[in-house]
């Protein structure tokens, strides 16, 4: 079990650039989700794929914000034109739906996003 | 109002001690209850996971969940520097996939 994986571990671009984050999840888990955490905060949730389905958004997902899971295995985040306010951890994690029942979120240690 | 409230401490206790965490929440819809383990500029690590009210055991960990009072609890037994961290608690409703999450409780246990 390898775990998620995040990449990179740690973003700095320009305010205005775009970025772009990849999670690569548990490799039999079909449940994907992103979560952004600020400075001494619990993660809130972004948004939720199965397999390749994008299932849930949150209000928090602007329409600068997008994320993609094209072959239901891997996942990128995109953020255009970043501000000062998308600086926060994001954190990518998974599940199965063994059993139709909700299954424990096992978390990727992070991409960490600082906007100069 | 959030709809899970826990304590961001920092809580330091002595090596050794039993520390006890906990959660409220305000609506009664949550399900499943979790509590992880967070070290500085990682990711958020799953210690125990509950379903509805009752109490589960592993090692040195117990949780509790007290849906009537809309409360649970993490207990951890003869505590270690290396629990030093932060302990989230996290929590369900059943049929929708998004974790909601506490601030956090800082825990730090001293040699």
């Known amino acids: 079990d390898t775990g998620v994986s995040q990449n990179p571990r740690h973003k700095i671009t320009k305010r205005g650039q775009n970025v772009t984050f990849r999670c690569d999840p548990i490799s039999e888990h079909n449940r994907l989700y992103w979560y952004r955490q600020t400075l001494g905060q619990g993660p809130e949730f972004l948004t939720y794929?199965?397999?390749?389905?994008?299932?849930?958004k949150s209000r928090l997902l602007s329409d600068r914000f997008s994320a993609e899971r094209p072959k239901g295995s891997f996942s990128t985040l995109e953020i255009q034109r970043t501000e000062q306010g998308d600086s926060a951890m994001y954190l990518c994690a998974s599940s199965s739906n063994r059993d139709r029942g909700n299954q424990p979120q096992h978390f990727g240690d992070g991409t960490r996003l600082s906007i100069l | 109002q959030k709809e899970v409230e826990q304590d961001p401490g920092p809580l330091s206790v002595p090596e050794g001690a039993i520390v006890s965490l906990n959660c409220t929440y305000s609506n009664s819809a949550f399900q499943y209850f979790m509590w992880y383990r967070q070290y500085s500029r990682k990711g958020p690590e799953l210690l125990m996971y509950?379903?509805?009210?009752g109490n589960k055991e592993d090692g040195r960990f117990t949780a509790q969940v007290d849906k009537s009072s809309k409360y649970i609890s993490l207990f951890i037994r003869d505590s270690q520097p290396s629990d030093s961290a932060t302990y989230l608690c996290a929590m369900i409703y059943t049929g929708f996939q998004k974790l909601v999450f506490g601030t956090g409780t800082r825990l730090l246990v001293s040699p």
């Open positions: 509950t379903y509805s009210s």
């Open positions: 794929f199965q397999n390749e389905a994008q299932l849930e």
